[in-house]
């Protein structure tokens, strides 16, 4: 089965709105048809950025697709802080990033909580990017597989297999975020190859082979095309190196690598 690798830039909180709209003019500039033929490209800007970006691919029809980096588990109300799904869809957003491990660390983020994020972006149409993987001491531990899968059964906890088929999975080692410690392309396969085994388990083969299971954790040009090459990761989550136009567009090109 063939997947569409998905090359998602994740900004975190980088880029104002008028760096924004630059950065995301230089990617198209640089991106051409071939590209986006081979590849689905992806940014995810901080929200105060969306809307600049949606005027950009809007008025050019450019190819590149955006979505946000969190979203509200609630629909609307006093929820001061929090931004909903319905104005992330109304945005035209088509991906929301969630349960990152910066939010499991620094917001407290549960499975649960994960859980009631994917079931809020499918209401509004949104895809979610489901952010997993395991710390060091758990690595250390060799305990990354089912702790993984652990984070994967409670995000998709009561998700049908209508809605489940067009998630995306994330696979991020926290020890390898923004450390320059990347996964071996070994290890990045084995912690993919057993989420997409649990998604067989879960719902069907079929269901599993439909989803893109992406890699994160200091992706870069140098070393994209030996994580590609694993037969269970279908894109990447870049984070740092999506700052750098030109090595974002690398990382997309990165069957010339
Ligand atoms: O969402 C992206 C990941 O946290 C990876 O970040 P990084 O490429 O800077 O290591």
Redesign the pocket.
Known sequence: MTRMPLM?G?W?MNLNHLEAIAHTQKLAFALADKDYEAVEVAV?PPFTDLRGVQTLVDGDKLKIKYGAQDISAHDSGAYTGEISGAMLSKLKCTYV?IG???RRQYHNETDDLCNAKVKAAYRHGLTPIL?VGEGLEIRKAGQQVQYTLNQVDGALKDIPAEQAESIVI?Y?PVW?????E?ATPEDAQEVCGAIRGRLAELYSQELADKVRIQY?????SGNVAAIMAQPDVDG???????LDADEFVKIVRFRDQ
Request: charged residues 15%.
């Open positions: 998602a994740n975190k995810l990033a990152h491990s910066e952010c994330a991020e390898a975020i923004g450390t320059g990347v994160g954790g200091s992706v870069k990447a989550l870049v984070g740092g190196a999506a």
